[in-house]
């Protein structure tokens, strides 16, 4: 099933119920254009996903990822290297990577406050970092018991 323009703001993501719900943004997420995606930054980590009818190429370290996104994605804040604030055609955007390579660019209608003190107080640099080798797709919360929860306003 794609979702198309008009059922985005319809959009849930699955979030496992032992996870405490921090902040879901309306966001956007860049791969060469501004795509909708949603993100749920909860204290484990942010759990996102992208529109559906949607393929998407990310870049890694070593060569690129074929990666649709079709099912829920997780970034765990102990996998996160660094962020930095983006200035790409997207004044409020943040660029996220992860310790193996992976980096994304996520665009915010607002909260970006909100996004910046939960990435600080999350991913400094005197933080420990869980440096072993990760598959972003293996994380399935659908498979056990969670919460729909939907696109932020």
């Given amino acids: 099933m794609a979702f198309g323009i008009e059922s985005f703001k319809s959009m849930e993501i699955p979030v496992p119920e032992d996870e405490n719900i921090w902040l879901v943004p309306r966001t956007l ?3 060469g254009e501004w795509k909708d995606a949603i993100l749920v930054f909860t ?3 942010i759990h996102f996903r992208v529109r559906k009818d ?4 990310v870049d890694r ?7 649709s996104l079709l099912e829920n994605t997780f970034l765990a804040y102990n996998r996160m290297k660094s962020y930095q604030q983006g200035s790409l055609l997207w004044k409020n955007s943040m ?3 992860m310790v193996d390579g992976l980096s994304l660019r996520f665009g915010f209608h607002k909260d970006m ?3 910046k003190r939960i990435l600080w107080d999350n991913v400094r640099p005197d933080m420990p970092r869980d440096l072993q080798p990760y598959d972003y797709s293996s994380h399935h919360p659908e498979n056990g018991p969670h919460r729909m929860i939907p696109v932020g306003r």
């Fill in 54 to 57: 949607k393929m998407i190429m």
């Fill in 61 to 67: 370290s070593g060569g690129a990822m074929d990666h």
């Fill in 43 to 45: 204290h484990k980590g």
């Fill in 95 to 97: 660029i996220i990577e």
């Fill in 113 to 115: 406050e909100t996004v």
């Fill in 29 to 31: 997420f860049w791969t």
